[in-house]
């Protein structure tokens, strides 16, 4: 193999890597999120907010995962952007 192949070869396996590691919205909430609001949002724990009434926008929904609120920690420096948008889309469809 020449230089520019291995490099190529390389290229693919890392990208292919990098989407393998990347979690869904869903496996995220369980993870992270479920052990104070439970897995469809309603165990309530430390007074975390039932999420299937949640009647927030997307704005604030947002916010409140990135910067936290009170008991609920904040995510920005644990999770990427793409990852809290995709768990705060997740946290829309528990709604009942
Ligand atoms: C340590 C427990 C804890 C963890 C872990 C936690 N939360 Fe919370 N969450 C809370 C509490 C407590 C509140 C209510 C905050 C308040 O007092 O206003 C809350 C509020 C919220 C709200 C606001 C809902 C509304 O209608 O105002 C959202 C959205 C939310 N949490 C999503 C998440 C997501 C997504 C995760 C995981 C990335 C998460 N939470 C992890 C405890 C937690």
Known sequence: MNKRMILAVL????????QKTEKTGKEIFESRCAKC???????????ATNLKGSQVGDNERIATISNGRRIMPSWKSR???KEIKRVADYVKTLKS
Request: proline share 0%; no cysteine; net charge positive.
């Open 79 to 81: 999770l990427t952007d």
């Open 11 to 18: 290229l693919i396996s890392l990208s292919a890597k990098a």
């Open 37 to 47: 609001h439970g897995k469809d949002g309603t165990k309530g724990l430390w007074g």
